[in-house]
């Protein structure tokens, strides 16, 4: 418990190491789900659905391709959206509430893909999928003072491969712990992609109400620790005074 004091005073909840994996396991857990359950589509990488769309129209196919448009376009409107909370909440001086309500949002997006039928085209799902991994990619984007991205693995192994190296070169310590925290974002995002895997294979679209779980998880998570750090700040006013 003194562990988690002290880690209050440093860093808010969202910004902890704990929260970051399970973050970084609902965006592996939700590319499997709208891979598999839903046309083969990645919701975080765009990346990949531009390279698909792309090859599309190359080959000619340019309608079928188009389906890999919409998530990239809902994902720009995720992350627009995601910036316009975010601005509002730190002019009130209040950054968790722009972090929880997104988060917020976020769940409630999933819940909803959860309840839409298989004949719900798989465009708009991963449309409404995108621009919820949009939120989260946007929102969360340090982990215990260090950048670090939950919607995919390129940035965090690149981090985690630079910090690895100044711990051998310069027998660094701390970049050892770094690199080791790495590593853990890195591994809990591939146990999302397995998770979303088996999950959808199981129970279909429903998998998307795991998710919605995972991310509740976090939201009470930043709730307590705000309460936590404001209660700590006002036991310390008297003593100050």
């Keep these: 418990m003194n562990y988690y004091r002290r880690k209050l005073r440093v860093y808010p909840v969202f910004e902890w190491l704990e929260t970051g994996i399970l973050l ?4 592996g ?28 129209i190359a080959a000619g196919d ?6 890999y448009l919409i998530p990239v376009l809902l994902f720009i409107a995720g992350v627009f959206v995601s910036e316009l909370c975010l601005h509002l909440a730190k002019k009130k001086r209040e950054e968790f509430r722009g972090h929880s309500y997104v988060l917020a949002g976020e769940i409630a997006v999933l819940v909803v893909v959860g309840l839409l039928p298989p004949s719900v085209p798989d465009m708009l799902v991963n449309a409404l999928v995108s ?12 982990m215990e003072g260090k950048p670090f991205a939950t919607a995919f693995c390129t940035g965090n192994m690149r981090t985690a491969t630079e910090h690895a190296m100044h711990s ?6 701390g970049a050892i712990r770094v690199t080791a925290k790495y590593a853990l974002l890195i591994l809990s995002f591939l146990g999302g992609v397995l998770a979303g895997y088996y999950a959808s294979q199981a129970v279909g679209g429903y998998a998307a109400f795991i998710a919605a779980a995972i991310l509740f998880v976090v ?22 005074q």
């Excluded at 998570?221 to 936590?228: V, W």
């Design 24 to 27: 970084c396991a609902a965006g």
């Design 29 to 56: 857990f939700l590319d499997a789900y709208t891979y598999v359950t839903r046309g083969g589509v990645f919701c975080n990488a765009q990346t990949s659905n531009l390279i698909f769309l792309t090859l599309g």
């Design 62 to 67: 340019g309608a079928a391709a188009l389906r």
């Design 131 to 142: 621009l919820a991994a949009a939120v989260q990619f946007d929102n969360f984007r340090k």
């Design 168 to 173: 051998i070169a310069e027998k660094d310590a």
């Design 219 to 240: 939201l009470l998570s930043i709730l307590a620790g705000n309460f936590l750090q404001r209660r700590a700040q006002r036991q310390e006013q008297p003593s100050q």
